[in-house]
């Protein structure tokens, strides 16, 4: 079974633009959370999907928001870029109802 | 709020010796939890699961849980140098919430 994709791998952008990052689950998988890895903060929770639905939300502001397609296939997009918002950013999907939670490879995001 | 805490480390331990991390937690809903494996400029990995109290052990990996003391551990047995890696504690409530990670344990195993 394929893992977690995530695309692209790299990103640079400037302050006030937006990005948009794009994750595929594992097949069969239709849950996707995803979440913000930076070395001050740990990884923190942005949201979960579940069967194109939010189900649960961390404690971002709203320029961070997602979306998941009926193909499971979810992207996440934030607006007006800070400084702050340089990290590697994480999707995971989940299959079962243990909450297991298999991680992909990460955008890493760099802010200028 | 809820709080995953780990000593950051480093753990240092030699070749073939037992490495023990800890983690506490202060949810006491908390019904999932987690040992991820992460190394450097990698995405953590999912090395070992648990839910309920005792032991879990998958090859030289042994799981802890204690739902009382509230308090989850890893055993690595016969540690070898490519587990020198952040180890990560993650715990759960029931399906659909986040994960909540601790901020993870260094380890290195020096030859």
């Known amino acids: ?112 | 709020q809820k709080e995953v805490e780990q000593n950051s480390g480093p753990l240092s331990v030699p070749e073939g010796a037992i490495a023990s991390l800890n983690c506490t937690y202060s949810d006491r809903v908390s019904q999932s939890f987690f040992w991820y494996r992460q190394y450097s400029g990698k995405s953590p990995e999912l090395i070992m699961s648990i839910y309920s109290n005792g032991d879990k052990e998958d090859g030289r990996f042994t799981a802890q849980l204690n739902k009382a003391s509230q308090y989850v551990s890893l055993l690595i047995r016969d540690s070898q140098p490519s587990d020198s890696a952040t180890y990560l504690c993650a715990v759960s409530r029931p399906p659909g919430y986040a994960l909540n990670f601790g901020k993870g344990t260094s380890l290195l195993v020096t030859p």
Not at chain 1, 17 to 39: A, E, F, K, N
Not at chain 1, 53 to 60: E, H, L, V, W
């Open chain 1, 1 to 112: 079974k394929a893992g977690v994709t995530q695309t692209p791998r790299y990103l640079i952008k400037t302050r006030g633009q937006q990005v948009t990052l794009s994750c595929s689950p594992i097949s069969g998988h239709r849950s996707v959370s995803w979440y913000q890895q930076t070395p001050g903060q740990g990884l923190q929770f942005l949201f979960e999907y579940f069967s194109e639905t939010q189900r649960n939300k961390g404690n971002f502001p709203g320029r961070f928001s997602g979306r998941q397609f009926s193909n499971s296939r979810s992207e996440m997009n934030v607006s007006t870029l800070e400084l702050g918002d340089s990290a590697l950013y994480l999707c995971a999907s989940s299959g079962g109802g243990l909450n297991e939670q298999f991680f992909g490879p990460g955008t890493r995001l760099t802010v200028l």
